[in-house]
């Protein structure tokens, strides 16, 4: 059971907009720490997508992007493409268990 | 560039004990504090361990504690995670990853290729 919770899997055709979210409490997400996301290939390791809530690594392209609202976070890809279909995790701390946290991740598949 | 490799991984017993390794190139691996990241066969990411630039902090996941020992070796560009006690639910491939620390928490800016461990008997 993981302690931010995300859908197990989304879907949409190329071209399309999908969002994925990511529901914490108010131990993490909601006390104000960031929400992080990232993108894992199959058979990849994964790869920082979105950082502090909204920010792109350079390399990452703007169809990308993350928002922030009191104890959930939401990543929205828009112009789907096929090589997006992989594993997103969101991420964040948590002052309860002093530690990193994450999603259980979202399968997204491009149709 | 920035680049992160583990090593160490492999099959072990119940109980038994392994050591990975985690070694770090293209950036200035003393400044920044160092995790350990898992994922087991199936699931999603669960956080391990972290300690800082300097070793003077490191915590663990619960499902670890007292059982992993996260250290360094700044001289030599290297972080570590000493596995004893393995239990057959630590099978995962471990991650190691470079901390951003920020105001509001912390994030992974890069990752290595993973170490697969396997425990069984």
């Known amino acids: 059971q993981s302690v931010l919770t995300q859908p197990p899997s989304v879907s949409g055709a190329p071209g399309q907009r999908v969002t994925i979210s990511c529901s914490g409490s108010?131990?993490?997400?909601?006390?104000?720490?960031?929400v992080h996301w990232y993108q894992q290939l199959l058979g990849t390791a994964p790869k920082l997508l979105i950082y502090?809530?909204?920010n792109r690594p350079s390399g990452v392209p703007d169809r990308f992007s993350g928002s922030k609202s009191d104890t959930s976070a939401s990543l929205a890809i828009t112009g789907l493409q096929p090589e997006d279909e992989a594993d997103y995790y969101c991420?964040?701390?948590?002052?309860?268990?002093?530690?990193?946290?994450f999603g259980g991740g979202t399968k997204l598949t491009v149709l | 560039q920035v680049q992160l490799v583990e090593s160490g991984g492999g099959v072990v017993q119940p109980g038994g004990s392994l050591r990975l390794s985690c070694s770090a190139s293209?950036?200035?691996?003393?400044?920044?504090?160092m995790h350990w990241v898992r994922q087991a066969p199936g699931y999603g990411l669960q956080w391990v361990a972290i300690?800082?630039?300097?070793?003077?902090?490191?915590y663990y996941g619960q499902s670890v504690k007292g059982r992993f020992t996260i250290s360094r070796d700044n001289s030599k560009n290297t972080l570590f995670l000493q596995m004893n006690s393995l239990r057959t639910e630590d099978t995962a491939v471990y991650y190691c990853?470079?901390?951003?620390?920020?105001?509001?928490?912390?994030?992974?800016?890069?990752w290595g290729q993973g170490a697969r461990v396997i425990v069984s008997s």
């Open positions: 991420q964040s701390y948590d002052s309860s268990l002093s530690g990193s946290v």
């Open positions: 990853a470079r901390d951003r620390g920020t105001s509001r928490g912390l994030y992974f800016d890069y």
């Open positions: 502090g809530n909204t």
């Open positions: 293209g950036f200035n691996f003393r400044t920044y504090a």
């Open positions: 300690t800082s630039y300097d070793e003077f902090d490191k």
């Open positions: 108010s131990s993490n997400i909601g006390a104000g720490y960031d």
